[in-house]
């Protein structure tokens, strides 16, 4: 079993930054891909980005790409999301997942955190 805490979202302002924290506890964390996810009020679960358990490959979701970057420390068990130029369509419930191989698709994966709500405002 992997354990999964987000934290670090919160309210703010179209052009602004925020970054998402998952940290993980259990089994050994450098065997995990993880892959970040969000889903707006009334739309699916759409995939956001991936990192694999070294840190050596990563994939955005076109949405986010040129202005989120993914990373991961395995000493201290934890994955980053930074958002930069948050747009209003940018808002959603961020998850945080975690499988033993790298994908982009979320039902794929095995464990995932409760969620930490992004809301950014125009």
């Known amino acids: 079993q992997v354990q999964l805490v987000e934290s670090g979202g919160g309210l703010v302002q179209a052009g602004g930054s925020l970054r998402l924290s998952c940290a993980a506890s259990g089994r050994t964390f450098s065997n995990y891909a993880v892959g970040w996810f969000r889903r707006a009020p009334g739309k699916e679960r759409e995939f956001v980005a991936a990192?694999?358990?070294?840190?050596?490959?990563?994939q955005y979701a076109d949405s986010v790409k040129g202005r989120f970057t993914i990373s991961r420390d395995n000493v201290k068990n934890t994955v980053v999301l930074q958002m930069y130029s948050l747009k209003p369509e940018d808002t959603a419930v961020y998850y945080c997942a975690a499988r033993t191989f790298y994908s982009v698709t979320y039902y794929e994966y095995e464990y995932w955190g409760q969620g930490t709500q992004v809301t950014v405002s125009s």
């Open positions: 990192i694999n358990r070294s840190g050596g490959s990563i």
